[in-house]
């Protein structure tokens, strides 16, 4: 089993940064793929970021050139830094890991107007 524990999440205005962590722990099989999805409130939840093991990455239109997604193969995390944050950001954003399609329980991000 795999366990991922998101950090990092809060309130913070519109322009501002901030930067998600997310932990893996338990069987993790190499030549994986690490995502940032995120769910606002009344919407499906959607990709927003994917690293592969080698350092790939990937972006959903409306971030790119605002978010940066890293990983840390040593301590099996993933980070999600996030700058000019913009209200329509505001979301629940989860981790995900695949293989085994893992989830961690999320972290809610707010950005004010």
């Known amino acids: 089993q795999v366990q991922l524990v998101e950090s990092g999440g809060g309130l913070v205005q519109a322009g501002g940064s901030l930067r998600l962590s997310c932990a893996a722990s338990?069987?993790?099989?190499?030549?994986?793929?690490m995502r940032w999805y995120r769910q606002a409130p009344g919407k499906q939840r959607e990709l927003v970021a994917t690293?592969?093991?080698?350092?790939?990455?990937n972006y959903a239109d409306s971030v790119k050139g605002r978010f940066t997604i890293s990983r840390d193969n040593d301590k099996n995390t993933v980070y999600l830094q996030m700058n000019s944050l913009k209200p329509e950001d505001t979301a629940v954003y989860y981790c995900?890991?695949?293989?085994?399609?893992?989830w961690g329980q999320g972290t809610q991000v707010t950005v004010s107007s």
């Open positions: 995900n890991l695949f293989p085994p399609n893992s």
């Open positions: 338990g069987s993790i099989f190499s030549g994986n793929f």
């Open positions: 690293i592969t093991s080698g350092g790939s990455t």
